[in-house]
């Protein structure tokens, strides 16, 4: 038996986050008349969506072939584009927006199951943040690629004709998907066995009540160390706060992926020092701190710290799904994680009102002060938290 090829994976990754039009959607909606405010419905709407499909998608990750799963994720998102070209109608982005929420609930939970189970097939489970991380690291390149190729392929070609270009490689990523080999040991277990399709779900619902562990994990997960990943949709303000040219738009979001793609490497390396969760609550503080005082200098010459705490919240993230992966005994993985991913959409929709609200009352400077500190605290009482109920180590 061939052991699992994770250079596939790492390609699929890659390819699947290389889009030229994610630093353009919102500029192509304008072009096409929509104002502002369309553009924020239309976001959140797709928020919605993808909290609708993002359960669903886990039980039926865990009850079929993830890896076609993975496959018709990728020419739905291309789909998403494709409807784009031809609109104009606010009707009909918000169309697109809802394959682009499925392709998104289908990838959650679907992608680390597989992973994990490819892995554990070989015996070699305990490679989880290495190659998790590594995949991870890929996407945020490919991102990159994506961010950086779209200012220098608008300068010839239309806004529209980059949403085509993005759909051919969703389609040929599809392609790249179904390279990936397929393992489900949950699907297996059940076999021809006739088990209710909430049966799923039920269990899932089951681990996370009884595991402690897992609730703490999941909880902290959404509220605290995806901090850096909500922020990373109000960066431009940042450059327009400071007056400066909105070349530094791309400039921050470069020094932010490249970042984050440090933290994917150094993950693995990290996890080696770590011998409990509450020491990864620590690091996640840890990154808290580094933003404020990114905020309290805020100028151009502190985007170090910047980055630094992005890179932490990326160690943080990927150190927590591998101890959540690992405290599932009897699969039901992409299940489990839709409870976080629906978690995390929901905190997202929440924070982006919260934060729209403190813009109106304080300056930008402080909005950053005050999520950082609500972030610290949240990190100190998960680490009291932690240790009063005595769970176990990772």
């Not at 999520?371 to 680490?383: A, L, P």
Request: aromatic share 18%.
């Amino acid at each position: 038996m061939k052991i699992f090829n994770d250079k596939i994976l790492y390609i699929y990754k890659f390819i699947g986050q290389c889009l030229p039009i994610y630093a353009f959607y919102t500029i192509l909606f304008l072009e096409r008349g929509k104002t502002v405010s369309d553009i924020a419905v239309l976001i959140a709407l797709w928020s919605v969506f993808t909290i609708v499909f993002e359960i669903p998608a886990g039980i039926l990750a865990d009850r079929w072939n993830r890896r076609n799963i993975l496959a018709m994720a990728a020419v739905l998102q291309g789909i998403c584009f494709v409807i784009w070209f031809f609109s104009h109608t606010f009707i009909m982005f918000a169309l697109g927006f809802f394959f682009w929420a499925i392709a998104g609930a289908f990838t959650s939970g679907t992608e680390e199951g597989l992973i994990y189970d490819n892995l554990k097939s070989d015996g070699r489970e305990d490679s989880f943040t290495k190659i998790y991380g590594k995949a991870q690291f890929y996407a945020t390149i490919g991102a990159l690629v994506g961010i950086v190729s779209a200012g220098i392929i608008a300068v010839f070609i239309s806004v529209e004709a980059i949403a085509l270009i993005s759909a051919v490689i969703c389609f040929t990523n599809g392609i790249f998907a179904l390279q990936i080999r397929e393992r489900n040991f949950y699907s297996a277990q059940l076999g021809k066995e006739s088990i209710g399709f909430f049966e799923t779900f039920k269990k899932a619902i089951f681990f996370i009540k009884r595991s402690g562990f897992a609730l703490v994990v999941i909880l902290f997960l959404v509220f605290f160390a995806s901090i850096g990943s909500y922020l990373d949709e109000f960066d431009a303000f940042i450059a327009d706060d400071w007056n400066i040219s909105e070349l530094w738009v791309s400039g921050i979001l470069v020094i932010r992926f490249a970042f984050v793609a440090l933290g994917d490497m150094l993950a693995p390396i990290v996890e080696k020092k770590i011998s409990s969760v509450r020491q990864i609550f620590l690091l996640n503080g840890l990154a808290c701190i580094t933003l404020i005082t990114f905020a309290a200098i805020w100028n151009w010459y502190a985007i170090l710290f910047f980055g630094i705490s992005c890179m932490f919240m990326a160690i943080t993230q990927i150190l927590l799904v591998n101890a959540l992966q690992n405290e599932i005994k009897e699969e039901g993985r992409a299940t489990v994680m839709s409870f976080y991913s629906v978690g995390q959409n929901i905190v997202m929709i929440c924070l982006s009102l919260i934060f729209a609200l403190l813009a109106g009352i304080f300056h930008l400077q402080q909005v950053y002060i005050i999520i950082s500190i609500y972030g610290i605290i949240g990190c100190s009482i998960f680490y009291v938290l932690f240790f009063k109920i005595r769970l176990k180590k990772i």
